[in-house]
């Protein structure tokens, strides 16, 4: 049987594990949560490290890709460097794909329902391909990169101007500790609603599930969530919320959706080629195993009059 295992910065109450069979193969995926403690999952990758069929970086990414220049994050890219023997990924492979075209997937489905076109990105460097796709879907977006990263109240519109930032501060931020930047551990576990104004005026919420969970207000009634990582748990708050559609980029496997980097670490082991897919390679293998966003209603449909 193949293994896959995410090992994450992320809470432990968020692990999971599902066994499935796929392309003709049987094959066990796990999420493993740190709690945040970084010396903890850099033992865990140590001893994983030639045990495994594939490994996923979860709760951290190793860079920030902004059209195609690579920022790297130092912090992640320490935990993960005594990984030697097994093929590791942090899902920016799958990124570039199924986040690229999520958009427009989602309009050929529900794009009626999804107006006024207006949305508010938790942090768009650390999922600039799904920016991309709101901007060629026509969406209003405002990015919360200052937000949600830094708490600092400043809006950022158009992909130019994140696009300049980005270049300006990336290579100081991404020196930073990584607990500095993004939600770990038990900080993932407690919601503190801020940026509401933006909450209320975004028709879509999109981005990183935990930064969306992190500040969400009590209500979101009619909002649609996209994003990718999500629990039975966090269904069932977005629907007590009032959240009318959820939509994520990956299916979801045993009750739950896996982040990119599951999924990638997936296909890297279902290949079995013993290193990282390139971006063609991904193409194909997406094809045979239908990697695709699934849309689920949450708030029930109006009553129509007879």
């Not at 999952?41 to 220049?69: I, P």
């Not at 130019?160 to 980005?166: D, F, G, V, W």
């Not at 270049?167 to 609603?193: C, H, N, W």
């Not at 007590?240 to 896996?258: D, E, H, N, Q």
Request: charged share 25%; with cysteine.
């Amino acid at each position: 049987m193949k293994r896959v295992v995410s090992v994450s910065l992320g809470s432990s109450q968020r692990d999971h594990r599902v066994e499935l069979e796929m392309l003709g193969q049987r094959v066990l995926i796990e999420r493993i949560g740190c709690d945040g403690d970084e010396v903890r999952a850099r033992q865990l990758y140590r001893e994983l490290d030639g045990q495994v069929d594939a490994l996923g970086v979860g709760g951290m990414d190793l860079g920030l890709r902004v059209y195609d220049k690579v920022y790297p994050l130092h912090a992640p890219r320490r935990i993960v460097q005594d990984v030697r023997k097994t093929p590791l990924v942090d899902g920016d492979g799958v990124r570039r794909i199924v986040e690229r075209q999520v958009m427009q997937w989602v309009e050929a489905e529900i794009g009626d329902e999804l107006y006024p076109k207006r949305a508010l990105i938790t942090t768009a460097v650390d999922r600039f391909d799904m920016a991309l796709s709101f901007h060629d879907a026509g969406y209003d977006a405002v990015y919360g990169d200052f937000m949600f990263s830094l708490g600092l109240p400043i809006p950022i519109k158009g992909l130019r101007t994140l696009r300049i930032l980005a270049a300006l501060l990336l290579p100081v931020l991404g020196r930073l500790p990584f607990s500095m930047l993004y939600p770990t551990g038990e900080k993932q576990d407690v919601i503190v609603p801020k940026w509401g104004r933006w909450y209320g005026w975004a028709t879509v919420i999109a981005g990183d599930f935990n930064y969306i969970r992190r500040h969400m207000p009590e209500r979101l009634d009619g909002k649609s969530i996209v994003t990718n990582t999500t629990t039975p748990e966090d269904v069932e708050l977005l629907r007590r919320r009032g959240v009318k559609y959820l939509i994520t980029s990956t299916p979801r496997l045993g009750g739950r959706t896996f982040g990119t980097n599951v999924m990638e670490a997936l296909l890297v082991a279902l290949a079995g080629k013993g290193r990282p897919l390139s971006h063609e390679e991904l193409l194909e293998m997406m094809q045979q195993v239908d990697i695709r966003p699934t849309i689920q209603r949450l708030a029930a449909a109006p009553k129509t009059s007879p």
